[in-house]
RNA sequence: CGGGGCGUAGCGCAGUUUGGUAGCGCACUUGGUUCGGGACUAAGGAGUCGCUGGUUCAAAUCCAGUCGCCCCGACCA
């Protein structure tokens, strides 16, 4: 392809509303331009490298047995209300009527469509296992769209969905999906990890995410890793070794005492010169609009997800400090479990082991002395609650530590079970004649957030470096001043053998100054660049260069295509 | 949703404090010179200053409302 038939409106300055080094990179470059809020529109290398990404994608797919499919992106409302989700899902669907007045909504993912599909069609085990996919756009309201493709509200997925008739069918399944999102990642140029995550609502017993490891800001996730055995886990997920706290302490007698200006964790150690391990937290939440309480040891963090779970509530928030206040009648910063009524107390194990711990007096400037549970309070649960930090031991291998690392999620899979099934009614019948829900898994990976987040990883101060494989081209080619007939003969014959290969070519033919056709390259970052100039070209010679790398070849013009393939074959 | 910030030419910004009828750089158009790391020169086009209303002889500027966009937070107890 030539520039000059191309469409690639490159910036030389930084937009300002761009944040990330990849989204920036993405605006510059001219693969993208934003239309609102989390809506984008994908420009001509955007889309190639979409094509790009969407193949490798669907190769693999195939490749593991799964069929593609298209399914519409509406979806009658009553689909969802049958699953349940409609109510679940909350504002991040987006909805409609249509002009029968018939309730609609705009697909964040596909469980309720392919499930309402199977139904209707799978009858026998005899038709089992099977396993259906697309790539296609997907609606989000995101509470905050943020940082390019990475958080849209408006995104490609490839969504996949298997179904199986017996458990071990699906493990099965489910392997062939997770080698295959291995195969997919590698081919993109990425080294991802596989962690264990919270399904959150999607449901399901079980998920891995598929992280991409990244030190920038784009890193939204944190993972933990032990150091010594292979657990990875998200830090909604994370566990840890719970240390042996439990103590010989003789309990002591319940003390009110003054805590003049004393309310957060930091200000009641100093006051009281005792250690936040000697605290407990008292968080009050409300979920599903109903007050609950969490404590949390006061050196620790609360995990949210983690109570959500505990407590199956659908929403959980923070209490507003007028509800603190109605409820422990004192102001945030007071609450504690002493006397507390009519509310499900969550305990994390930690506090359950402490003794003689120090907690709020649900009164004004007051906290109590030597609290002990079950003497003191009852917890309605004792159950893990708070997130794991670095340095924590491994609930695995037990003599491991946790270290965290920031990633980006391009991928999960999810081991549905039977939630969709039951509730839409997709039953197969066995050998025996008897009916069983299908077992069910679903796995997404990030089409457009996929290429964005190799930008986070795969860049210079000059501009992108892609991956071979999902490159928009592979070869920059550039001859350096067109009203050179040597110049331009040479590339002329340089792109057309390139192409014969089936090399995609990217022909900056356009009557610019060497400079600017360089800082180009460099910011739109195809692998390959080859430029054309008398210097080389008196040795009928051209300069063959990696984007990944700084020192250019001199190559013979008659052995271009070989040295390409030989560059090509050399870099990620 | 809470907090902070920003809307002036395609992009990046100045001008707003102190009201007087819009400017700079890049990009764009045309001519000439230049041509191996974002050239020089001459001429030129392009903005109802987000929108609505108000104050005023006069509003980008002051006031009110509204819409949009970005960032932080939603784990303070």
Redesign the pocket.
Known sequence: MRWSQMYIP???????????VS?QLLL?GGYIR?L????YIYLPLMQRVIHKFSNIVREEMNYAGALEIGMSVLCPAELWQESGRYNTVGNEQMRMKDRHQHEMVLCGTHEETVTTLIRGEIKSYRQLPLNLYQIQVKFRDE??????LMRGREFLMKDAYSFDATEKSFMESYQKMVDAYFRIFKRAGLDVVKVESDSGAMGGKAAHEFMLLVDT?GGEEIIFFCDKCDYTAN??KAEFKIEDSSSDEELKVTEKVDTPGA????E?TAFLKVEAKQ?A?????MADNKPVVAMVR?DR?????KLQNATEAIE??????E??QNFTSSP????GPVGLKDVGIYVDPLVADMKNMIV?ANEFEKHILNVNIDRDFKATKVVDL??AQNEDQCPRCNYGKLNSKKGIEVGNTFMLGTKYSEALDAKYLDAEGKEHPIIMGSYGIGITRTPQSALERYHDD??IIWPKNIAPFLVHLIP??V??DSHIETADRIYKELNEVGIDVLYDDR?????????????IGLPV?I???????KEGKV?L?ARSESD?ILVDIDNIVIAVKQLLGRVN
Do not use: C, W
Not at 36 to 39: D, F, H, V, W
Not at 263 to 266: C, G
Not at 316 to 321: F, H, L, V
Not at 531 to 537: A, E, N, P, R, V
């Open positions: 490159t910036l030389r300055e930084d937009q300002s509303d761009a944040e990330l989204h510059r934003k609102a809020s989390g809506i509470i905050r769209p943020r940082f390019g800001n830090v909604e309310a957060t964790i930091e009641v605290l937290k008292t968080l009050l939440y006061g963090e609360l995990n949210l997800i959980i928030e923070m209490a507003t400090p509800q603190v945030v910063g007071f609450a709020g708070t997130s000059k501009g350096l001043n009203k050179k009557n610019d100054r060497a400079g600017v056709k360089f800082n180009d390259a460099d910011l660049r430029t054309i100039g008398d210097k080389s070209l300069e260069k250019f």
